[in-house]
């Protein structure tokens, strides 16, 4: 990153400001002119070495314990400016959070280009191979609140920030590549229609409700989405397992000035994991906060999470041939079509050190873009283009958010904005407007525009399209509702078809309005008419009459890329794995499975009865997680170490019981001694590819046995 020496006009004197001025910890983050700055991250005073706790301006406190009050029992006095500060400021610590993905998590990275593409995009970061810059992501569900669960059925947000030498590039995506609604203007009513209900104020979190289904069952260009949502792709396993879109077609620019549109991606190094809908709400009251946990201790282990850029790259001409629109973000590109070339690496290395300063302040905005990147007419991502800035102004208080350390860019930024709430920097002279000649009379003037590297708009912005007419209108293109909902549906495996199929019925099932679900149905019946019975069996109704397409739906094939289970890696890597001891277990055994699990990336878990030390054969051994505390959901594969007579005690423990009922129930790998077999009898567990004695348990790996799932759960 480059530093320019910080002009006058936007020169922060933050870093002077401290409270208490002592020497704390200091953290680096970046000045108003892109300078590296200090501030003074906790507010006590040590400068007699000792932390000393101060108010806001620096006063020391003498006594955090008790109010100044008018004698021992006596009123407590409003002159106690100690007591109302502090109460002050704890009235006033939340910010209003976030309309949409309010719950979330943050980590700070890096990104390095692997593959430059100059030919494609004067974006700085593309240039050379190797080239790195800072980034942030924010990782969230979509529906529930700040509090809520991190495993409901719901869409991701994948959201990046790229910190480059060319300004901020924002990547506002989600775990899906496409999107419930057309046009910006319909994003109120849909967010209003799947958030909790207007009058009850719930469901928290959960779309299977009738005013979600009322919604997507009137727009049927929202049935695509609608069937990756009730796929496994709603329910991910781990924030680090899902993959990443940019939704919209976007441009990149070249230096010559020609453009190519394109599809952004995140793949996932460790793969595309999800869980079960039944493993997905068990998590929710083992763990309400497990993909959040887990992102934080992979990171804080050294096992940092990582993504590969990749982008599909096409023109207009081939724009043109298509069936569909790709300015319609109801519609992906197939990888078979148009494959998916990797360009570079996010590595997630660093938690955040604050959760409200960063993760709850950052403010991402589809905007913030850099030279070499630009937007289409996708008439979604024009919306975006005002909201998301107005957004923060509401949030965050003011216009001056930008100057928050997490959202200031850390190259230089200089301009004439002056002023405003809660402004931090302190420009000097008398340069605020532009232009001016005060440099000849030797004062500063300021920054001046840069025709050269500065941000140019790519010219056509007439996609097939006549500009010179106003309309309220949807193009004729963005008609078909149905064809890739259908090519979705047939590229799914049997049994991620009887998950759609189950989520569907699982969530109609919760609508109260029969003539809601009925118009689903007939709806769906244009996506895939198996489907749209099956779901009607599952409900018990009967199929209604086909619905009328605004366009016949096409059979467009089939595409691997969509399905996770076709995609699937059997790896130890980013998983976690419980082994199970009790009293009299063999140590060395457990040890061998711990190195094993370590030596392949993943992370052992050793589970058993008691925490504190229990004796097994070769020591004492302490576990990390109870029994009753810790099922076997929270884990990717098991295995159990038991001698015979306390697998006896423990087939009588429904705890352990259910741990192998839902391990078997799950499609999870179980490596087992002889003397667990008398709980798997217990708990129906029955021999299979993935049930295997301990010294299988290598070759068997860490995968779902999917072929098991018709013996446990009814797929009709
Ligand atoms: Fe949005 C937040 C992703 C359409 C308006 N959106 C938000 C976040 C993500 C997305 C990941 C969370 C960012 C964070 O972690 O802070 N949004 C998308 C995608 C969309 C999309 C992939 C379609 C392709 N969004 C969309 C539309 C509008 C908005 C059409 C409005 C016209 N989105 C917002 C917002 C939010 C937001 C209200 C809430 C908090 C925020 O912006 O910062 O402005």
Not at 620 to 625: M, P, S, V, W
Request: proline share 6%.
């Amino acid at each position: 990153m480059s530093h320019e020496k910080s002009s006058p006009s936007t020169d922060n004197a933050l870093h002077d400001h401290a409270p208490g001025a002592g020497k704390t910890k200091v953290v680096e983050t970046v000045g108003a002119g892109g300078e590296p700055q200090q501030h003074i991250a906790h507010d006590a005073d040590h400068s007699d070495g000792v932390a000393h706790l101060t108010d806001n301006f620096g006063h020391r406190i003498s006594d955090n314990e008790n109010s100044l009050k008018a004698g021992a029992r006596g009123p407590t006095l409003l002159e106690d400016f100690i007591l109302r500060e502090k109460i002050f400021h704890f009235d006033h610590e939340r910010i209003p959070e976030r309309i949409v993905h309010a719950r979330g998590s943050g980590a700070h990275g890096v990104f390095e280009c692997t593959k430059a593409i100059p030919e494609l995009t004067k974006a700085s970061i593309f240039q050379h191979v190797g080239a790195t810059c800072p980034v942030f992501a924010r990782l969230s569900t979509v529906a529930g609140g700040a509090g809520s669960i991190d495993t409901p059925r719901d869409v991701r947000g994948f959201a990046v920030k790229f910190y480059t030498d060319s300004g901020n590039w924002d990547l506002v995506g989600n775990d899906i590549p496409v999107f419930f609604i057309q046009d910006a203007i319909k994003f109120p009513d849909f967010v209003h229609s799947v958030k909790m209900e207007a009058d009850r104020g719930f469901p928290q979190a959960a779309s299977a409700h009738d005013t979600f289904w009322d919604f997507v069952s009137l727009v049927p260009e929202s049935t695509h989405m609608v069937l990756w949502a009730m796929s496994d792709r709603g329910i991910p396993r781990s924030l680090r397992m899902m993959e990443g879109f940019g939704v919209h077609t976007f441009r990149f620019v070249n230096e010559k000035g020609e453009g190519h549109f394109i599809k952004f991606h995140w793949k996932p190094v460790l793969g595309i994991e999800s869980t079960t809908w039944d493993e997905a709400v068990k998590i929710a009251g083992a763990n309400p906060d497990f993909h959040r946990c887990d992102l934080f201790e992979a990171i804080r282990e050294g096992n940092f999470p990582q993504w590969d850029l990749g982008v599909q790259v096409f023109d207009e001409e081939w724009a043109e041939k298509q069936p569909y629109d790709v300015l319609d973000a109801t519609k992906l590109i197939p990888e078979e079509e148009i494959p998916v070339q990797i360009i570079g690496r996010m590595t997630l290395n660093r938690n955040v050190d604050n959760f409200f300063a960063e993760t709850e302040q950052v403010a991402f905005m589809p905007t913030n873009v850099i030279p070499g990147i630009d937007f289409t007419n996708d008439p979604l991502l024009q919306g975006r283009l005002f909201s998301y800035l107005d957004t923060q102004k509401s949030r965050l208080g003011t216009t001056n958010f930008h100057q928050i350390p997490i959202n200031a860019p850390k190259c230089p930024f200089h301009n004439f904005q002056r002023d405003g709430m809660m402004q931090t920097l302190v420009p000097v002279g008398r340069a605020n407007y532009e232009p001016n000649s005060l440099a000849e009379a030797g004062e500063e003037g300021g920054p001046r525009a840069c025709p050269e590297t500065g941000y140019v708009t790519f010219p056509e912005n007439g996609e097939r399209n006549d500009p010179t007419q106003k309309l309220r209108i949807r193009p004729e293109s963005f008609a078909d509702h149905y064809s890739q909902a259908r090519m979705f549906y047939r590229s799914q495996t049997e049994s991620e078809q009887a998950h759609i199929a189950s989520a569907m019925v699982f969530e109609l099932s919760k609508v109260q309005l029969e003539h809601v679900r009925k118009r689903f149905l007939a709806n769906l019946r244009n996506v895939d008419e198996s489907l749209a019975k099956r779901v009607a069996d599952g409900l018990a109704m009967d199929l209604p009459a086909k619905a009328k397409a605004a366009r016949e739906p096409q059979d467009w094939g089939t595409s691997d890329a969509l399905s996770i289970q076709k995609q699937a890696k059997n790896t130890m890597q980013g998983r976690s794995i419980a082994i199970l001891f009790a009293e009299g277990s063999d140590l060395q055994e457990i040890n061998r499975f711990k190195r094993l699990i370590e030596s392949e990336g993943g992370t052992p878990v050793l589970v058993a009865p008691k925490v504190g030390g229990i004796a097994v054969k070769g020591g004492t051994l302490k576990a990390d997680g109870l029994l009753a505390g810790s099922p076997s959901v929270l884990f990717d594969a098991v295995i159990s170490i038991l001698m015979p007579d306390q697998a006896a005690k423990l087939a009588h423990d429904s705890a352990a019981v259910q741990w192998f009922m839902d391990a078997y129930s799950h499609c999870k790998t179980i490596a087992h001694c002889k003397g667990t077999q008398v709980i798997l009898d217990r708990a129906g567990v029955e021999k299979d590819d993935g049930v295997v004695p301990l010294d299988q348990f290598e070759k068997v790996g860490v995968k779902r046995h999917w072929a098991r799932e018709p013996k446990v759960r009814d797929l009709a």
